[in-house]
């Protein structure tokens, strides 16, 4: 059975998509305030999110016709992945009751730094001075935006629950990694939805209330953003390069201030600007490097399911509303090793390398990719010399008949 072929390159649109998950992510993280200044709990915020958050994504799926999405093959690293990403969202969750918008926004793309540290210390990718040094001055317009130093307006527990939620966000993209070698995009985030579900639904009876018509109004907002923005996340790699559409991920900071401005009469200090300027500019110069590198692709390709769905995996995407493209050198390395079809034994596998031809899911890999990877001779062997006869074989002339072989007897 053929994988389906994946859908054509739109940019326009695959951007349009990312700006959407942006936007839903803002108007997720101004919900979650509304609701807890209206006396909502974080056991009731984590629940109705999910709850809200399942209608859509189920919708997804009868429209992509994938009704096995259920189907896993590691249901215990599902489970783990489970409990990291909703800690995490928690987390979150609790840092936006403490601080602005902005604030906690700004704070929140600190997860690609951590990732990058995480990837070189766990995955044991190799870091150049370049994206270490890009590190460094991400952390630095952390500081600016904390100014530890006492100047800060800013709650401290907010500070360290906001850095610990970015913390969580680079964990889970660690173990998106791992489980997307083996599963897809659609199956990673229903066993999650379903897992939160069913664990935040164990406290509900204990810290269930009843809203008025308003709040109610606030939750179903909350679920429907938090829903939507997940898949629109995952879809906008359908369309477009990572390196096209992260970029717009920083959307959420404009979003953000407005919806501070708006809603809660925030308005960001002027060491938030400065520090976001210098975080955003520390991600954008992270990708930079990574494109010119040439470990960024250009198109997703068809390894898992469909043709999205491992770069989908292995893009982070963030519980409280964070997607953000991370290095993809330890990716790539995997993904060779996993797809580097064995030595064959004999007989059809033998002749399939004859003709010139390995796995057809390396085939279409590497058809799909843009630029391809490189091919080393332990993917691709050199194909075995035919034998020629003198005589070429024509529809007059035949063959000579090959002549007996000796007969010998036992003496």
């Known amino acids: 059975m053929?994988?389906?072929?994946?859908?054509a390159q739109n940019r326009l649109l695959g951007i349009a998509l990312r700006v959407g998950a942006a936007t839903c992510f803002a108007g997720m993280a101004a919900a979650i305030k509304l609701g807890d200044q209206a006396?909502?709990?974080?056991?009731e915020l984590?629940?109705?999110?999910?709850?809200f958050g399942l209608p859509p994504l189920l919708a997804w799926l009868v429209l992509t016709r994938n009704p096995g999405a259920w189907r896993t093959?590691?249901?215990?690293?599902?489970?783990?992945?489970?409990?990291?990403?909703?800690?995490?969202?928690?987390?979150?969750?609790?840092a936006l009751t403490y601080l602005p918008l902005a604030e906690a926004s700004?704070?929140?793309f600190a997860a690609p730094l951590f990732a990058v540290a995480l990837s070189a210390l766990i995955l044991g990718e190799p870091v150049g001075r370049h994206r270490w040094s890009a590190v460094a001055l991400g952390f630095a317009g952390v500081m600016i935006v904390m100014r530890p130093g006492g100047g800060s307006h800013l709650p401290a527990i907010g500070l360290g629950l906001a850095l610990l939620g970015a913390l969580g966000s680079a964990s889970v993209t660690i173990t998106l990694r791992q489980i997307g070698r083996t599963e897809?995009?659609?199956?990673?985030?229903?066993?999650?939805?379903c897992f939160s579900l069913a664990v935040t639904g164990l406290f509900l009876p204990v810290y269930g209330h009843a809203h008025d018509a308003r709040t109610w109004a606030i939750l179903v907002v909350l679920g429907l953003c938090g829903g939507l923005g997940q898949l629109f996340l995952t879809s906008a790699l359908r369309?477009?390069?990572?390196?096209?559409?992260?970029?717009?991920?920083?959307?959420?900071?404009?979003?953000?201030?407005l919806l501070g401005w708006l809603l809660f009469d925030t308005h960001p200090a002027t060491s938030t600007w400065a520090g976001a300027a210098v975080i955003v500019a520390s991600g954008l110069y992270t990708l930079y490097r990574e494109h010119k590198l040439g470990r960024a692709r250009s198109s997703p390709s068809p390894l898992v399911g469909e043709g999205y769905e491992v770069l989908a995996n292995e893009v982070s995407l963030d519980e409280v509303g964070l997607g953000v493209a991370l290095p993809q050198a330890a990716r790539e390395a995997s993904l060779r090793k996993t797809l580097t079809p064995p030595s064959p034994a004999s007989g059809r596998g033998e002749e399939r390398i004859a003709k010139g031809s390995t796995c057809p899911a390396i085939e279409r890999a590497f058809a799909l990719s843009s630029p391809p990877w490189p091919?080393?001779?332990?993917?691709?062997?050199a194909p075995r010399s035919r034998r020629r006869t003198d005589r070429p074989r024509t529809a007059t002339s035949p063959s000579p008949p090959r002549p007996a072989p000796p007969i010998s007897f036992p003496v």
């Open 2 to 7: 053929h994988a389906p072929a994946p859908p």
């Open 39 to 43: 006396g909502v709990n974080l056991a």
């Open 46 to 51: 984590s629940f109705y999110r999910f709850a």
């Open 73 to 94: 093959q590691r249901p215990l690293a599902h489970l783990g992945r489970g409990a990291l990403g909703l800690s995490t969202m928690v987390v979150g969750f609790a």
């Open 106 to 108: 700004t704070l929140g």
């Open 184 to 193: 897809t995009a659609p199956t990673i985030v229903l066993w999650f939805t």
């Open 239 to 257: 369309f477009a390069p990572v390196s096209v559409v992260v970029p717009f991920d920083y959307s959420q900071l404009i979003w953000a201030v």
């Open 375 to 381: 091919r080393s001779p332990a993917v691709r062997p």
